[in-house]
């Protein structure tokens, strides 16, 4: 991109037309089935759903002037990029995601610690994406991220 987004729209209007589309449907996925009280906005120059300072003044311990991360979505130079902060905390969620994504998808997943790197713009499992993004809600993963990374 050539200049860095303010805005989840400007992001997307950034891109090339396939990737728009994608980052559309990704975009509108994630907002139809994220539990209530998230934002979106930008988040570490890619679009994420934050938990507002508003809601959790003490904002995210490696940046505590910036709202607490959730997912994000971000297109990169060879693929599509899914951040799931629970799936890194949640060793549970983890292994339903690995266990469902064959079900979903043609290819192999592609994962990093909370990243998912989706190569084939045609085969990104969007109905799969909708079950992740509404299987914690905000309360839970304050309460998650305050036990697994908060050092008091």
């Known amino acids: 991109m050539s200049n860095p987004a303010h805005t989840p729209d400007e992001y997307e209007n950034q891109l090339a037309d396939d990737r728009k589309a994608v980052i559309a449907k990704l975009r509108k996925t994630i907002l139809q089935h994220l539990p209530p009280g ?3 906005t930008i988040s570490y120059g890619m679009i994420g759903y934050v938990v507002p300072l508003s809601i959790y003044p003490a904002g995210y311990h490696c940046k505590p002037d910036e709202p607490l991360p959730f997912l994000s979505i ?5 693929f599509i990029a899914l ?3 629970g799936m890194y905390a949640d060793e549970k969620l983890l292994q339903w995601f690995q266990d469902e994504y064959p079900k979903h998808a043609k290819s192999k997943l592609d994962m ?3 990243c998912v790197r989706f190569k084939k713009m045609d085969d990104i499992p969007f109905k799969l994406i909708a079950e992740l ?3 914690i809600t905000m309360a839970d993963w304050v309460s998650r991220y305050e036990s697994i990374f908060k050092k008091s």
Request: no cysteine.
């Open 38 to 40: 998230f934002e979106e």
């Open 74 to 78: 971000a297109s990169q130079k060879n």
């Open 83 to 85: 951040y799931h902060m």
């Open 112 to 114: 990093g610690k909370s």
């Open 133 to 135: 993004a509404q299987k």
